[in-house]
């Protein structure tokens, strides 16, 4: 379990050591990667001589220029008194300090130097690792008292501390190989209009963390996370919101169901200090003490969907009956009696996941006089008709498109889907309609049939060679 940035790198490139300007900055906090110009940055200049071994052995006192290390590492919030932060050089070399010698001590003083008045144009140390005390000089004993007994084990002078060339600046450094990409594993999507945003565990708590005493009794559990609104902002009241669950199930609310606009409706990340099992998803937790609780999803939340607007519409269904699926019924896999479908659909190397209601289910409610019973959505076996032959299919399209096959094809069967969420998250309806019919790669056709996946499905008609 994460319990915070796990790693921190700082990959840095130089065009000229003495252009403060031309240094890019690569921020890696865990698994992202964050591009800083440093340029954006105060630039931090300081006077120091440094001792090496022996006690008269101390360099020229030079003038540095460069850029704070508390600056470079509040882009991913910042270090906490427990890390320890190592600097490692371009060929592999490395100094740990513990980060109090970052903050506490030498307040800004711990600086990456990008360039050094009193040295000649061969100067190459840049990014080099300066300390910046205020009386000008950084002896061993200086040293010592700065990192501790533990850090300082080993170096023979305050000079040894010093880190030329630093390609790497990391948080809780365990020799991890900082040159290669880490898959950066998303926890959380939020979707507001056409805006969508990845959140991974350290991107939601850069976003500022809360903890608050969940809502109800007194021995109940304190939460951190992230206020709902700082992540979708001030909505309507008749707002929609939609939810896809770690479970794959998905939801559809109103702003004012769950009180999306009160502040103390927390996205959790921890329960009483701890780390939730985010892998499955974040979970919605009220803390305000307005005295009317909120309907909050009980699964885990892995997107979070805002459109900007909620069109009411509805999947047609014809055959031996009439029925009509509304697009919330078909949002709300969650009210189901059963489980949502997958189909995996490859194309030009790439796979496609689509996830909604199986074909023959929404069937059910139609071949025949006997329907499922009940609300929501319900999967009852029984109500599937058994006489499938001679019975086809045909999935239309709002343009009129349509594609048709045998009903044996697809009876009983969960890789055929009408498809409401694409790769993880809600259909955009101005590329695809409320619906697609899709079906998963391993489908094995009769000879000679052709079938594409279907955008902007309306109706599903039933016919037979019989007049019914």
């Not at 052995?57 to 508390?70: I, P």
């Not at 979970?283 to 459109?307: F, N």
Request: hydrophobic share 45%; glycine share 10%.
């Amino acid at each position: 379990m994460l319990r915070r940035a796990a790693v921190v790198a700082l990959a840095v490139s130089l065009i000229g050591c003495a252009a403060i300007g031309a240094v890019a900055v690569t921020v890696v906090s865990g698994s992202d990667r964050i591009e800083v110009d440093t340029a954006t940055l105060k630039e931090v200049h300081g006077v120091v001589s440094y001792q090496g071994g022996g006690e008269d052995n101390w360099t020229d006192t030079l003038s540095y220029t460069g850029v704070a290390v508390s600056d470079l590492l509040a882009a991913v919030g910042g270090v906490s008194e427990e890390d320890t932060v190592s600097f490692v050089s371009s060929d592999g070399f490395f100094r740990t300090v513990p980060a109090t010698a970052i903050g506490e001590r030498f307040e800004g003083a711990a600086i990456l130097a990008l360039s050094a008045e009193g040295t000649d144009e061969t100067w190459d140390e840049a990014p080099l690792l300066v300390f910046l005390p205020s009386d000008e000089t950084f002896g061993t004993q200086d040293m010592i008292a700065l990192v501790g007994p533990t850090f300082s084990d080993g170096l023979r002078s305050a000079k040894s501390l010093m880190v030329r060339n630093v390609a790497y600046v990391v948080v809780n450094y365990e020799g991890q190989d900082l040159s290669a990409d880490v898959d950066t594993p998303t926890v959380l999507s939020v979707v507001v209009g056409e805006e969508a945003t990845d959140y991974t565990l350290e991107s939601l708590e850069r976003v500022g963390l809360v903890t608050a005493q969940a809502l109800g009794a007194d021995e109940a559990p304190f939460y951190s996370g992230v206020s709902l609104r700082d992540l979708i902002g001030e909505i309507e009241a008749d707002a929609v919101i939609r939810f896809v669950y770690g479970n794959g199930r998905t939801d559809v609310v109103t702003a004012e169901r769950i009180r999306a606009n009160d502040p103390s409706i927390l996205v959790a990340l921890l329960e009483d200090g701890s780390y939730l099992d985010v892998e499955q998803g974040l979970v919605l937790v009220d803390t305000g003490t307005s005295g009317s609780e909120a309907e909050l999803p009980l699964e885990p939340i892995v997107v979070i969907d805002v459109p900007e607007t909620y069109e009411p519409s509805s999947l047609e269904l014809a055959g031996t009956t009439q029925y009509s699926l509304s697009r919330e019924v078909l949002e709300s896999s969650v009210h189901w009696s059963g489980a949502p479908a997958t189909a995996s659909v490859s194309r030009s190397g790439s796979e496609t996941s689509y996830v909604g209601l199986p074909l023959w289910r929404a069937i059910a409610y139609i071949d025949d006089e006997t329907a499922p019973v009940g609300d929501g959505l319900v999967f009852d076996d029984g109500a599937f008709g058994s006489d499938t032959e001679g019975v086809t299919v045909t999935v239309i399209a709002a343009d009129g498109f349509s594609q048709s096959f045998p009903l044996d094809l697809v009876a009983g069967d969960d890789r055929f889907v009408l498809a409401t969420l694409k790769s993880g998250l809600f259909l955009d309806v101005e590329e695809s309609g409320t619906v697609i019919f899709a079906f998963d790669d391993s489908v094995e056709l009769p000879e000679g049939m052709k079938l594409w996946t279907v955008k902007f499905v309306v109706r599903i008609e039933l016919s037979s060679s019989e007049a019914p």
